[in-house]
Structure formats: structure tokens, C-alpha cells
């Protein structure tokens, strides 16, 4: 994979909340192919070897080439075996895990995004970055579809679970999916970036984004929209009456376990609800190149290793 940043100047110029326009060059058994995509940093970005995600990019205007954000609109693109057409993919450096182990594994255990349709979650490539005539070399990168509701949507649902403006003749708040990140990280850490209409629920939400519950096309059904999103977030607290699928957080509980991942359950934990029975699952599994594997004993199967170094900020709902 050869990403060229020559119209960047230097990774350090990539934001965590702003895609820059660069391109992107990758090479199959059907030779190589090169297309416009919008790149931005994912996480971590204090590590030397960056996390990165992009999202492929066409031309807004048929009489105007896409060389900018200004002049780019949303492509979808099928990258390698993933199967289908998706937007955004992340690139993950594993610099904390290099035998890229644990962030493949997570994916392909049971009750795993992909596993229901045998499709490999990631795959390694190499990753080159071209400044003009220079190329740097960036290592080996663990390669998979971002976590978006198109990824969920192609693999889980019977529905799209669009989130619809209130206008729309499609619009019923029941169709809806919803992802949610329950994260106690801080925004410091380039972390929790939480909507402010759920200030204070570590929460950050995946779908729908923070600014739709803001466009004026939401205005008329907003409080519909709040009021269901803050039912699933209650149930995150220990506190709503939602329904979960108790099987996927079952299979979520023992992968924890076995990978004794330093994020659970107080970070990186997604859930997503299902919009043709509205009932909330656990899942899609992220970010497990944490060591903290290492400092825990293998004396139960119970969360207290954890609550020794997260004190009161494990999940009410891990808890109950």
C-alpha cells in the first residue's frame, strides 16, 4: 500500500479530526490501482508509528478533478478479500503488539463481525508514504474495514438502519441503527469525543455522528432521536429498561477473558443495535494491542484484575 502525502508535507500534519487529501496506490493479483482518499490519524497518536484511517474520495463535480476535501465526495471501494464496497478503512500500526496477534484474533473468534460470512476481518500489508521523489518505508500494518454501520449493515442486519431526516418518507426511528462506544478515556488522550447532547456518559457515538442530532433536517424529530439513543445509553449505565442479546456479550465476556485486554471494560467497548428487532448486541471488537495482559494473573475468570487499575470506571452494565 503506497500513500502519497506529497501534498501534506509530513504525517505530522495529519489531524485527528481532519482528513487530508492524499492518494492511495495498492497492488492485487489484478495489478495495481490508484484512487483519492481523505486520511486522517486513529488513536494513539503520541506512538512513533502511527494508526491511521482513510476514506476513499471522487470527484464532487464531473467537470472538476477531486484534489482537495472541497472538491471530493464519499467513494465506496472494494479493498482486497473484504467482500464488499465499503468508505473508510483503518490501518493499525500494533506498535505495542508487534506480532499483530491479538488485534487479528479478536475479530475471528467466535461471535466475531465477519466470521457469520467466512471473510477475513484483516490482513497484513505494507505500508510505503511518498513525499515528491522521496519514499519512506512505514513497516507492516494490520489492514481492516472501519467500524461503520455500512460494515454492520453488510454483515448483521436484514435492514440498512439508516438514520433518517425527519422529512423523509422513510423516516421511522425504529429502522434506525445505532453503534456506541462506551469509553472513560479522555479527551486529552485524544479519546473520548463525546456528543454534547451526552455530555458526561462516556459514550462517544458511532452512528448516528454527533452532528446529525445537530442538522436542521433533524430539528422535528430530534427529541425522538435523543430520547432513543439515551434508552441504549441508560442500559450501558445499568440503568434502561433496552433489551440486549445476551449471547453476544457472553462471547464478548470470554474473549475478554482469554485476551485479558487492558481496555475492558471501561474502554474501546462497542455496541451496536440491531434495527430489525431493536435489540442491542456487543460488538464489533476493537483495539486490543494493550499490554496489560502481561500484569494480570490467571487465578479466575473475574473482572476484579481489572477493577484493580480502574478503580469505579468499569461499565455499570460489565458489572451487572
Same mark, same amino acid.
Given at each position: 500500500?503506497?500513500?502519497?502525502? &506529497?501534498?501534506?508535507?509530513?504525517?505530522?500534519?495529519?489531524?485527528?479530526?481532519?482528513?487530508?487529501?492524499?492518494?492511495?496506490?495498492?497492488?492485487?493479483?489484478?495489478?495495481?490501482?490508484?484512487?483519492?482518499?481523505?486520511?486522517?490519524?486513529?488513536?494513539?497518536?503520541?506512538?512513533?508509528?502511527?494508526?491511521?484511517?482513510?476514506?476513499?474520495?471522487?470527484?464532487?463535480?464531473?467537470?472538476?478533478?477531486?484534489?482537495?476535501?472541497?472538491?471530493?465526495?464519499?467513494?465506496?471501494?472494494?479493498?482486497?478479500?473484504?467482500?464488499?464496497?465499503?468508505?473508510?478503512?483503518?490501518?493499525?500500526?500494533?506498535?505495542?503488539?508487534?506480532?499483530?496477534?491479538?488485534?487479528?484474533?479478536?475479530?475471528?473468534? &467466535?461471535?466475531?463481525?465477519?466470521?457469520?460470512?467466512?471473510?477475513?476481518?484483516?490482513?497484513?500489508?505494507?505500508?510505503?508514504?511518498?513525499?515528491?521523489?522521496?519514499?519512506?518505508?512505514?513497516?507492516?500494518?494490520?489492514?481492516?474495514?472501519?467500524?461503520?454501520?455500512?460494515?454492520?449493515?453488510?454483515?448483521?442486519?436484514?435492514?440498512?438502519?439508516?438514520?433518517?431526516?425527519?422529512?423523509?418518507?422513510?423516516?421511522?426511528?425504529?429502522?434506525?441503527?445505532?453503534?456506541?462506544?462506551?469509553?472513560?478515556?479522555?479527551?486529552?488522550?485524544?479519546?473520548?469525543?463525546?456528543?454534547?447532547?451526552?455530555?458526561?456518559?462516556?459514550?462517544?457515538?458511532?452512528?448516528?455522528?454527533?452532528?446529525?442530532?445537530?442538522?436542521?433536517?433533524?430539528?422535528?424529530?430530534?427529541?425522538?432521536?435523543?430520547?432513543? &439513543?439515551?434508552?441504549?445509553?441508560?442500559?450501558?449505565?445499568?440503568?434502561?429498561?433496552?433489551?440486549?442479546?445476551?449471547?453476544?456479550?457472553?462471547?464478548?465476556?470470554?474473549?475478554?477473558?482469554?485476551?485479558?485486554?487492558?481496555?475492558?471494560?471501561?474502554?474501546?467497548?462497542?455496541?451496536?443495535?440491531?434495527?430489525?428487532?431493536?435489540?442491542?448486541?456487543?460488538?464489533?471488537?476493537?483495539?486490543?494491542?494493550?499490554?496489560?495482559?502481561?500484569?494480570?494473573?490467571?487465578?479466575?475468570?473475574?473482572?476484579?484484575?481489572?477493577?484493580?487499575?480502574?478503580?469505579?470506571?468499569?461499565?455499570?452494565?460489565?458489572?451487572?
Amino acid at each position: 500500500v503506497v500513500i502519497n502525502l &506529497t501534498d501534506i508535507g509530513s504525517v505530522d500534519a495529519i489531524h485527528p479530526s481532519d482528513k487530508k487529501f492524499a492518494t492511495i496506490k495498492w497492488g492485487d493479483k489484478n495489478g495495481f490501482h490508484t484512487s483519492a482518499i481523505g486520511i486522517e490519524l486513529k488513536g494513539g497518536i503520541e506512538l512513533p508509528k502511527k494508526n491511521l484511517a482513510f476514506e476513499f474520495w471522487e470527484s464532487a463535480e464531473d467537470d472538476i478533478p477531486c484534489t482537495s476535501p472541497e472538491t471530493c465526495e464519499d467513494d465506496k471501494v472494494e479493498l482486497y478479500n473484504f467482500d464488499e464496497k465499503y468508505e473508510d478503512y483503518v490501518l493499525r500500526s500494533d506498535y505495542k503488539e508487534q506480532t499483530f496477534i491479538r488485534d487479528a484474533l479478536a475479530p475471528r473468534l &467466535t461471535g466475531g463481525i465477519m466470521q457469520s460470512k467466512d471473510i477475513e476481518p484483516t490482513i497484513l500489508v505494507e505500508v510505503l508514504f511518498v513525499f515528491g521523489e522521496k519514499y519512506t518505508y512505514e513497516g507492516v500494518y494490520l489492514l481492516m474495514p472501519a467500524i461503520q454501520r455500512r460494515l454492520i449493515e453488510k454483515m448483521k442486519w436484514d435492514s440498512k438502519g439508516k438514520a433518517e431526516y425527519c422529512d423523509d418518507e422513510d423516516y421511522n426511528i425504529n429502522n434506525t441503527g445505532f453503534i456506541l462506544e462506551y469509553t472513560v478515556d479522555s479527551a486529552d488522550s485524544g479519546g473520548l469525543k463525546e456528543c454534547a447532547v451526552f455530555k458526561g456518559q462516556s459514550v462517544k457515538m458511532r452512528y448516528p455522528k454527533c452532528s446529525f442530532y445537530d442538522e436542521p433536517e433533524v430539528a422535528s424529530c430530534r427529541k425522538d432521536y435523543v430520547s432513543k &439513543t439515551e434508552h441504549y445509553i441508560d442500559k450501558l449505565h445499568a440503568s434502561g429498561d433496552a433489551v440486549i442479546d445476551l449471547e453476544s456479550f457472553a462471547n464478548t465476556y470470554l474473549l475478554e477473558m482469554l485476551m485479558r485486554d487492558g481496555d475492558f471494560p471501561k474502554d474501546s467497548q462497542y455496541f451496536y443495535v440491531n434495527p430489525d428487532n431493536q435489540i442491542m448486541f456487543s460488538g464489533p471488537r476493537w483495539d486490543y494491542d494493550s499490554r496489560f495482559w502481561a500484569t494480570f494473573d490467571d487465578n479466575s475468570w473475574d473482572i476484579e484484575p481489572h477493577k484493580i487499575y480502574w478503580q469505579d470506571t468499569v461499565m455499570p452494565l460489565w458489572k451487572s
